[in-house]
């Protein structure tokens, strides 16, 4: 048994009472943060979390002289990211419920129902300095009006705008904006970049090309954060225009996919169960709530969704089974027996080991 495999627990398979063998891994976080200044030097410095789009991206638009790129998704999400290194500067919505919100791309047809009441129209520069202008466009004049409720609707018309600050980063319903030309133009909705260099395209995982192709809608899909349409992560890729570069993803890091968490009993210590690869595996991290620190995280290569402390050291992981296959034997090893993990026991066989080390042959 390998010295990282007791450093991380014991493990007793109630149902086979033997210690597992998985490797102990560095707790991934699950999101990381950048501080980043607003360009209005009146406000404050913030954190940003570095959480990508959760909708397919539609459009972008190049601001700060093209340091700095504006995404709008499916869902009304905007994030302002740093193009040169790739980090988020912060995030914006459009104050619409994204549950109204249609798109207008053809391949996305067996995805969502294309009876939404509103669909995305436009993402431009606005007549106003420091803004940017989005336009949705009701499929009648009565969805509009009915969607867009208030400042946004523009009366008579199946039109609503939006603006966004750039320096708040907020969007605020605005009927005065003008009313976009009633026609599609990709181009207008990825332009290349001021200096004519980069040229940006939709993407989902881990920079896969497109917002979304339904054949990756399979069980064994390598990235647990895009198993559906639903649970994918997306962004923008840059593509130099000369091809002297390779491409490079925006994508953000990848939500986290919560499954179950506990508290001890003395109210000290937090342990999280998350999903991975579509649940057909876990990864289980503690935290130690009095200095705020976490554990080593470990990835049980099995399908564990429930966790339950036994006392102030110990917990019991255990499992809902991963059913997802008509083959018999593989759907029988998709139910794992219930995994005891105990701290002291790998720090004693730690300490064994160590002891063993030391003793010349």
């Not at 520069?125 to 940017?132: E, I």
């Not at 990848?254 to 937090?270: A, C, E, H, N, Q």
């Not at 255990?318 to 219930?338: I, K, L, V």
Request: proline share 8%.
């Amino acid at each position: 048994m390998r010295i990282a495999d007791l450093l991380l627990c014991c493990f007793a398979a109630i149902l086979a009472g033997a210690c597992s063998r998985q490797d102990a891994a560095t707790p991934p976080a699950s999101v990381t943060a950048t501080a980043t200044a607003s360009p209005d030097a009146a406000l404050e410095p913030k954190i940003v979390v570095q959480l990508g789009h959760q909708a397919p991206v539609l459009a972008v638009r190049w601001v700060d002289d093209g340091r700095h790129l504006a995404s709008l998704a499916l869902d009304g999400s905007i994030v302002l990211w740093n193009v040169a290194s790739g980090t988020i500067l912060d995030h914006a919505q459009v104050p619409i419920d994204p549950a109204l919100l249609d798109p207008p791309p053809e391949e996305w047809a067996l995805v969502y129902k294309n009876d939404r009441p509103l669909l995305f129209h436009a993402f431009t520069d606005s007549p106003v300095a420091g803004t940017l202008s989005i336009a949705y466009a009701g499929v009648s004049e009565g969805d509009a009006e009915r969607a867009c409720a208030g400042d946004a609707y523009h009366p008579g018309t199946r039109w609503c705008t939006y603006a966004l600050d750039l320096a708040t980063r907020v969007v605020r319903a605005d009927k005065t904006l003008p009313i976009p030309a009633d026609e599609e133009n990709d181009a207008l909705h990825w332009p290349t970049s001021p200096d004519g260099r980069l040229r940006p395209e939709a993407n989902h995982a881990d920079g896969q090309r497109g917002g979304f192709d339904m054949s990756d809608e399979n069980i064994d899909f390598p990235d647990p954060t895009c198993v559906s349409v639903a649970r994918c992560r997306y962004g923008v890729t840059l593509f130099a225009t000369d091809k002297s570069a390779a491409p490079r993803a925006l994508t953000g890091d990848p939500r986290s996919y919560f499954l179950d968490v506990d508290l001890s009993p003395d109210g000290l210590r937090l342990v999280r169960v998350e999903g991975l690869d579509n649940e057909t595996r876990a990864r289980v991290e503690t935290l130690d709530l009095s200095s705020g620190s976490g554990g080593p995280a470990f990835t049980p290569e099995r399908a564990y969704h429930h966790v339950q402390w036994l006392d102030t050291t110990r917990y019991l992981l255990g499992s809902q089974g991963y059913d997802a296959t008509n083959d018999t034997e593989a759907a029988m090893a998709g139910f794992p027996p219930a995994l005891l993990v105990d701290p002291a026991c790998a720090a004693r066989g730690a300490a064994l080991l160590s002891a063993a080390n030391r003793v010349t042959p």
